[in-house]
């Protein structure tokens, strides 16, 4: 004997599940696609930065972890282990990307014989600070400017002129002036009060 009532029950309760299963497939999909971007939403805030393409500090660091300085920097041996050193923050994550620089720092570098150009590669973090406020930087060797220029948001490898090119081996001090002081507690991503400027990723001599 045929029940059309409990037929129309059965047809209501599974278009309920199908309509249920549904609208669970795409939670899934909406968390596959909102994880992660909170994964790699602000570095400050406990979170490393995405690989850039650029050199990490713990692939060719100038000392050894848990305390790195970026590729090609030196540091006199009597101030490795210090929290900051002229302006440079070392990295003391042997796995985040360094290092940090002050608005005002000064980096040291050995320059190979016969060297005419220096290429410092900085990076700039795409956080809502440096995307209204674009970021400037002076890199000056020996009192002489080399470089002076705006820097957005991602990585930029910047062609910096030697003021005594192709000569012998030596250490160079680089004086880097960056225009805009940045605070992460001031924007709210996390308790660190310095004044920060942009990441120096590396130092290298062509």
């Not at 302006?87 to 608005?103: F, I, K, N, S, V």
């Not at 970021?135 to 948001?153: F, H, K, M, W």
Request: glycine residues 10%; aromatic residues 6%.
């Amino acid at each position: 004997m045929n029940h059309p009532a409990n037929a129309g029950t059965i047809v209501r309760a599974l278009a309920g599940a199908r309509a249920w299963t549904r609208a669970r497939s795409c939670a899934g999909v909406l968390a596959l696609l909102v994880i992660p971007a909170v994964a790699f939403s602000g570095c400050l805030s406990g979170k490393r930065i995405s690989d850039i393409d650029a050199p990490t500090a713990s692939a060719t660091p100038a000392v050894g972890s848990p305390w790195v300085v970026p590729p090609g920097v030196v540091v006199a041996p009597a101030r490795r282990g210090e929290r900051e050193i002229d302006g440079l923050y070392p990295a003391t994550d042997p796995q985040e990307r360094c290092c940090w620089l002050a608005p005002s720092a000064v980096v040291a570098a050995e320059k190979p014989a016969g060297a005419g150009l220096a290429i410092v590669t900085v990076y700039v973090p795409d956080y809502p600070f440096f995307e209204t406020r674009p970021q400037n930087l002076t890199i000056a060797i020996a009192g002489s400017i080399e470089y002076r220029g705006d820097v957005s948001p991602g990585v930029h490898r910047l062609r910096v002129a030697l003021p005594a090119p192709n000569g012998e081996a030596r250490t160079l001090r680089f004086t880097m002036h960056i225009g805009r002081t940045f605070v992460p507690y001031a924007e709210h991503l996390n308790g660190d009060h310095r004044a920060l400027g942009l990441i120096l990723l590396s130092i290298t001599f062509g």
